[in-house]
């Protein structure tokens, strides 16, 4: 397994809308000295005004793949194989209605890490068989970063981790005081977007969500 289960804990997935200001590089140091294990970069095209050009996206993608690699923390990008490499990232993450799992971990080659959405037990199975390194399940809660993910049920989100070998994280709406409800679903940790990246301090709450999943055990 290229992943082992500590990585998995507290998984930061970036989003500058939450920065007002602030530098990403130096809130995802901040996240990763409070306790966060895995980052991913997300940058989407709703982001007016803030987009990135390509040159720029990369210099970004490299920025983070250093400090992710001195700080001895997993990295990959959302949804594009191509910057990933380039940018010497860990890995990729699919949704799946991006690539098709089985195409990027062509692409990737056999080492590096592909992360892979799941919302059923199908899913599930099906990305394990194309190479999924973990899953990404949710949503967990009602989440303001996809209008459009509907939340399953902690019945649901069991039977995805019952259903593969790999680790899966909870995704979606997760915060500080609902991060508790997901213990006893067999999952290897919690993806956090808002609860990290909008924090006033980045360090502390990402100490705070740290602990609370801890406590799943």
């Known amino acids: 397994m290229k992943i ?9 997935v970036t989003d500058r809308t939450w920065l007002h200001g602030r530098n990403l590089i ?21 982001l007016e005004g803030m ?36 940018a010497g990232a860990d890995g990729v993450h699919v949704g799946q ?14 080492d590096k890490i592909l992360g892979v959405s799941a919302h059923n037990p199908e899913e599930a199975r099906k990305a394990q068989e194309d190479g999924a390194d973990y899953l990404g399940c949710g949503a967990a809660f009602v989440t303001g970063t996809k209008l459009d ?12 981790t019952e259903s593969v070998k790999i680790p899966v994280v909870a995704i979606g709406g997760i915060t500080e005081d609902n991060i508790p409800k997901l213990t006893g679903r067999g999952l290897a940790g919690a993806a956090v977007v808002s609860a990290i990246f909008a924090a006033e301090d980045p360090r502390k709450a990402s100490e705070r969500l740290l602990e609370k999943i801890r406590q799943w055990e």
């Open 149 to 160: 993910a509907k939340p399953i049920t902690a019945e649901m989100m069991k039977a995805v």
């Open 97 to 110: 209605e991006d690539m098709a799992a089985k195409k990027a971990r062509a692409l990737l080659g056999p």
């Open 26 to 46: 130096d809130v995802v140091s901040e996240a990763i000295d409070g306790g966060a294990t895995f980052v991913q970069l997300r940058e989407k095209s709703h």
């Open 51 to 86: 987009e990135l050009s390509g040159e720029e996206l990369l210099a970004e993608a490299k920025k983070l793949a250093q400090l992710c690699h001195e700080r001895g923390v997993l990295f990959v990008i959302d949804d594009d194989v191509e910057l990933a490499l380039e």
């Open 4 to 12: 082992l289960l500590e990585q998995m804990r507290l998984y930061a």
